[in-house]
């Protein structure tokens, strides 16, 4: 047995309380972003750095305007598609935008996804965008 099992079935370990935070997606609503045609539904937000899980509702002919990406992003398409210059990702596909990368996106047909951001993007316009 390992060590960590002993402990905990001797009562040196415990579950921290309120450690697990359940969030009932079909309890909140979609809020509009600061972009047309995209609303959201915020799963889980840490504004003092940065992080954020959402779900992103694009409707048809929705566009996320030329961005830069600080930090990792991670999306899981749900319904539909969307893309940008490298390529197409659909319903249950993955796709990943590596630190620093710069884009614009799009989507035809609209879509539901799951995105996972550790800093916000930087949009084009903003003060502080810095094409590197």
């Known amino acids: 047995m390992s060590s960590v099992f002993n402990e905990r079935l001797s009562g040196k ?3 921290t309380p309120g450690g697990s935070v359940y969030v009932d997606p079909s309890q909140l609503e979609w809020q509009p972003s600061q972009f047309p045609k995209i609303q959201m ?3 889980y937000r840490d504004d003092a750095v940065g992080e954020m899980t959402v779900l992103l509702k694009w409707e048809p002919g929705a566009v996320l305007p030329f961005h ?3 930090e990792i992003e991670q999306s899981f398409v749900l319904e539909g ?3 940008d210059h490298d390529g197409i ?3 249950g596909q993955f796709v990943y935008r590596v630190p620093g990368s710069m884009h614009e996106t799009r989507s035809d047909e ?3 996804l799951l995105a996972v951001y550790r800093k916000p993007n930087i949009f084009f ?5 810095v094409a590197s």
Do not use: D, E, I
Request: glycine residues 4%; hydrophobic residues 45%.
């Open 13 to 15: 370990l415990a579950p």
């Open 41 to 43: 539904m915020v799963l």
């Open 68 to 70: 830069k990406h600080p």
């Open 81 to 83: 598609s969307f893309y």
């Open 89 to 91: 990702c659909r319903a």
């Open 110 to 112: 609209g879509c539901l």
């Open 125 to 129: 316009k903003s003060a502080r965008f």
